[in-house]
């Protein structure tokens, strides 16, 4: 999982949308656990999947954590009710 921070509501936007190649100009390099960590985000927590519990139309994914580093100090992206928040 990448934590995005404040200033990378563009990037956060094209990976919501659908459709395309979404790493097509976004830097990023494997972690431990072959998963992408995107450079620049706040922050990465990699996990291996410890169990799964049926959701109704989702599952709802319990995660071990084996890897977490704090790439830079910023503001956190957040996102509420439909809209990124400011600070």
Known sequence: ???????????CS??????G??????????????AP???GALAHVECTIATVYPGGDHDIVIG???GLDIQR?????LFF??????H
């Open 1 to 11: 999982m990448n934590i995005l921070a404040a200033d990378q509501e563009e990037l």
């Open 14 to 19: 094209g990976f919501a949308g659908s459709g």
């Open 21 to 34: 190649d979404k790493f097509q100009g976004v830097g990023w390099h494997t972690g431990t656990t072959g």
């Open 37 to 39: 960590v995107l450079n």
């Open 64 to 66: 071990r954590v084996v």
């Open 73 to 77: 100090d910023a503001q956190p992206l």
């Open 81 to 86: 009710r439909g809209a990124f928040l400011r």
